[in-house]
């Protein structure tokens, strides 16, 4: 089975080609470099050359502060550039897996979010993920849209490995407690999708989030606890740190069990880290 990866420079993007291939599939690597998919005419040339059975689209404008100032980029890339590979796969019937985030959602809810709930956005990037959306379920009814959160993996810029470099470095440090969600590991992330499309599973919206919930500060808490990082954590608020973009308070969605449970994945996910770092 032939996959067409785009975003697959990125840090989700490593895992799933990983993943893929060791399972015996052809995966065709794409990124910015070689597919750009805000170019419509590239997009639909491509997928047409191709022919892939099915096409992962984890690309993405993943700068959620600088959204806010950059609304046009955030929704070529998110919003049309997913519109062209929605409309580049449906002439070809070819499913897509599109990449979405818990941030189609306010986080005003108090019970973990299920797939059909309303969505109302309440920062550009979120607005923008969610126009992606919109375009896949126009376009093309072939879709899996994988809602995932707070993301980490090996192979990218993520908050265990700031707070394993900002614990290692000083004496105290204040965490956000007030904002809660579900770390999930790309590795995770991936074996979900790949779940979705070994199972022929039904198209539509899933949650593929790791499973439970925590907030910045627990996970941080867990990191330092399974590191041995002797450092003093503080609990503080959302308003001690003003970030330009908004985030949901909470963000909690139910994973129908297709991700483990964060605090396993962290351990899987620090078990592996030094062999990574020194290969
Ligand atoms: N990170 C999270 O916590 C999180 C949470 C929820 C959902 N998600 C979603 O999960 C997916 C993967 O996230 P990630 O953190 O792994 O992202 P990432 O590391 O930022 O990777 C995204 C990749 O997309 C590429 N890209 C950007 N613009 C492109 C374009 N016009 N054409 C083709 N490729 C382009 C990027 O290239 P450059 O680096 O060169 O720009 C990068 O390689 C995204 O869809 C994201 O929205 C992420």
Redesign the pocket.
Known sequence: MKVLL??A?????HDMAKLFESKGFKVILT??HN????DKNVVINKIFKEQPDIVIH?????NVDGAETDKETAFM??GA?TENLAIATAQNDIPIVY?????VFDGTKKSPYQPEDKVAPINVYGDS?LAGEAAVQKHNSKHYICR????Y?HH?KNFVETMIQLGSSRDELKVVADQVGCPTW?FDLAKAVLHLIENKMEYGIYHTCGGGSTSWYGFAKKIFELEKIKVNLMPCNTEEFPRPANRPRYSIMNNNNLCQDWEKALEGYLSLRKEVITT
Do not use: E, F
């Not at 420079?9 to 993007?13: A, F, S």
């Not at 995932?148 to 993301?151: F, P, V």
């Open positions: 785009t975003g420079n990125g840090m989700l993007g990124d910015i597919l750009d998919i805000t984890g690309a993405a404008y993943t890339v998110n550039g990449i979405s985030t818990d941030y993920k995932t959160s707070w993301l993996g990218g790309t």
